[in-house]
T-cell receptor
Framework: GAGVSQSPSNKVTEKGKDVELRCDPI?????LYWYRQSLGQGLEFLIY????????KSGLPSDRFSAERTGGSVSTLTIQRTQQEDSAVYLC?????????????FGQGTRLTVV | SQELEQSPQSLIVQEGKNLTINCTSS?????LYWYKQKYGEGLIFLMM?????EEKSHEKITAKLDEKKQQSSLHITASQPSHAGIYLC????????????FGKGTLLTVNP
């Protein structure tokens, strides 16, 4: 596709369940970013992937959160044993090189609701 | 940690009016980003400012970074309904180019 695609667009899950959020970046973009946006905390950095380099996971809020990027393309963010405070919109972005500027494009996000 | 405070939190203006949104940092800014977000959509990059006193414009939107690099303002001239959305300022406290800290956003409504 022409843009960054995220799926599902909406996800409602029960507390304690695991969820997987998917991000399909723009083809050829080596940099991929995950952010989340919640009512209480605003927009927060989660993790960054750049090519084959080790990702920067410093923004992941707990060890229940993990992310991987297979083949330098699709990325999956996994949240284990979900909690209500995990409810947020999870945004993914990609860019051809390291830069969150005009070259970076965001997906529409996955709205996660933990009940 | 660097904190960004945006004001106002929300703003309602009549079409054609000018408006200003402010972003104040607790520390010196080494890269200030402005984004726009519409409901159900991702972020759209507007501008990035780095130098004290810098000013950039894109169509009817102008952003400035003050000389002390602790405050930025976003000014919209002759607002239109298409300008409606949430405006977010972001800072790059470590110079990483990816690990941004954001303000809580300003919700702009433009009434026709």
């Amino acid at each position: 596709g022409a843009g960054v695609s995220q799926s599902p667009s909406n996800k409602v899950t029960e507390k304690g369940k695991d969820v997987e959020l998917r991000c399909d970046p723009i083809s050829g973009h080596t940099a991929l970013y995950w952010y989340r946006q919640s009512l209480g905390q605003g927009l927060e950095f989660l993790i960054y992937f750049q090519g084959n380099s080790a990702p920067d996971k410093s923004g992941l809020p707990s060890d229940r959160f993990s992310a991987e990027r297979t083949g330098g393309s699709v990325s999956t963010l996994t949240i284990q044993r979900t909690q209500q405070e995990d409810s947020a919109v999870y945004l993914c972005a990609s860019s051809p090189r390291l830069a969150l500027n005009t070259e970076a494009f965001f997906g529409q996000g996955t709205r996660l609701t933990v009940v | 940690s660097q904190e960004l405070e945006q004001s106002p939190q929300s703003l309602i203006v009549q079409e054609g009016k000018n408006l200003t949104i402010n972003c104040t940092s607790s520390k010196t800014l080494y890269g200030l980003y402005w984004y726009k977000q519409k409901y159900g959509e991702g972020l759209i990059f507007l501008m990035m400012l780095q130098k004290g006193g810098e000013e950039k414009s894109h169509e009817k939107i102008t952003a400035k970074l003050d000389e002390k690099k602790q405050q930025s303002s976003l000014h919209i001239t002759a607002s239109q309904p298409s300008h409606a959305g949430i405006y977010l300022c972001g800072a790059d406290p470590t110079g990483s180019n990816y690990k941004l800290t954001f303000g809580k956003g300003t919700l702009l409504t433009v009434n026709p």
